[in-house]
Structure formats: C-alpha cells, structure tokens
T-cell receptor
Framework: GEDVEQSLFLSVREGDSSVINCTYT??????LYWYKQEPGAGLQLLTY?????DMKQDQRLTVLLNKKDKHLSLRIADTQTGDSAIYFC???????????FGQGTELSVKP | DVKVTQSSRYLVKRTGEKVFLECVQD?????MFWYRQDPGLGLRLIYF???????EKGDIPEGYSVSREKKERFSLILESASTNQTSMYLC????????????FGPGTRLTVT
C-alpha cells in the first residue's frame, strides 16, 4: 500500500542548515506537505508543494521534489533552537481528504 | 483564526472503562479525522468522516468507534479501554478539494492503566 518513510532523528548545530528527507510511494499524489509538531502540541502545516513543481522556497525553508525518485526534502537554512521539533512529511491520497504521514523526524538543534 | 479543539489534554482511565474523546472545529469543514500518534510509527488513521452521520474506517479502527451527529463535532469512543490504547490522539479537519490541508487540534494524551 501507500507508504511514506522518514529517518527518525536529526541533530544539527545552531546556524547550520538542516535537511530532512522523505520518500513516498503514491506517484498520483497531488500535494506533498511538511508539518511541524512542537513539544506537547498538535501538528501545524509548515509548507506544501504541488506535484508539478520541483522546488518551493519560503523564507528559510526550501522544499525539493524529485518525482522520478519519489523523494521530498525540506531544507531549513540558519537553523535555530526554536526549530527543534518533529517534522512530518505527508502525501495526499487519492480518496479526497486523506493524507498519509511519515513516521516523523525529530530535529534537535544544539547551541 | 482557525481552530480545532479537543476536550482534554491529558486523560487517565482504567482498563475496561468507556472513553469519549471530543473534537470540535469552527471552520465549517466537511472532513474530520482521528489519528493516534506513537513514537516511531508516526500518525495512523483510526476513523474519518466526510459529512454528518458518515464515517469511514481508517487503517487501525479495531477497538474504536466514532460519532458525528453535528458537522462541527467528531467524537472518538473507546468502548472498553485497554493498555495498548495508551497513546496521543490527534483530531484534524479539512475542507474538501483544494490543497486538502488538514488542521490539527492540540492532542489528547490518554493513559490506560
């Protein structure tokens, strides 16, 4: 079935760039998403990319989509301690409204 | 500001108890979802609903049921709580079509002892 895979942990130093990777299986996904979950909170949409795009930039965030390899990445430039959170990759599923989420990558930013 | 609220942030129940988790959204969204979140497993869909009185099973519906009597409210019911249902429960809602962006509540951490 449809699946989204992420590595579980990433540790970076403050000021460095972070790159969180994700692979997915459903090539018919219309949108792919990155959600952020801060400690003790629900998920918040960080950014999304339409499937006919290769790249999307939004301030410190850059999303890259490689449809051939079904690979999505999120780059956070100049990572700050406030970026410490769990980041979830998700793809839209063909039945309207359903999303398939990855396991989440816990980003730890060290001062 | 869009809002999804959940009735409790923390809940402790005993094995065998009936548990109700309530979710309310104020965005007039048709779609509502219940997930559970466990470390290393991400979010797993329990049930979802596309409209009032409609419900669809997700990936892990066993041991759960849902109720949607009003558009803004989606309830998750654990008929007889078990220790393996100790988890974080997240509710979400979305509007049909468009980006399918889901808006999440803050979550309920349920502990079953």
């Amino acid at each position: 079935g449809e699946d989204v895979e992420q590595s579980l942990f990433l540790s970076v130093r403050e000021g460095d760039s972070s790159v969180i990777n994700c692979t997915y299986t459903d090539s018919s996904s219309t949108y792919l998403y990155w959600y952020k979950q801060e400690p003790g909170a629900g998920l918040q949409l960080l950014t999304y990319i339409f499937s006919n795009m290769d790249m999307k930039q939004d301030q410190r965030l850059t999303v890259l989509l490689n449809k051939k390899d079904k690979h999505l990445s999120l780059r956070i430039a100049d990572t700050q301690t406030g970026d410490s959170a769990i980041y979830f990759c998700a793809e839209s599923y063909n039945q309207g409204g359903k999303l398939i989420f990855g396991q989440g990558t816990e980003l730890s930013v060290k001062p | 500001d869009v809002k999804v609220t959940q009735s409790s942030r923390y809940l402790v129940k005993r094995t065998g108890e009936k548990v109700f988790l309530e979710c309310v959204q104020d965005m007039d969204h048709e779609n509502m979802f219940w997930y559970r979140q466990d470390p290393g497993l991400g979010l797993r869909l329990i049930y979802f609903s596309y409209d009032v009185k409609m419900k669809e099973k997700g990936d892990i519906p066993e041991g759960y049921s849902v109720s949607r009597e009003k558009k803004e409210r989606f309830s998750l019911i654990l008929e007889s709580a078990s220790t393996n249902q100790t988890s974080m429960y997240l509710c979400a809602s979305s509007a049909p079509g468009g980006r399918n962006e889901q808006y999440f509540g803050p979550g309920t951490r349920l502990t079953v002892t």
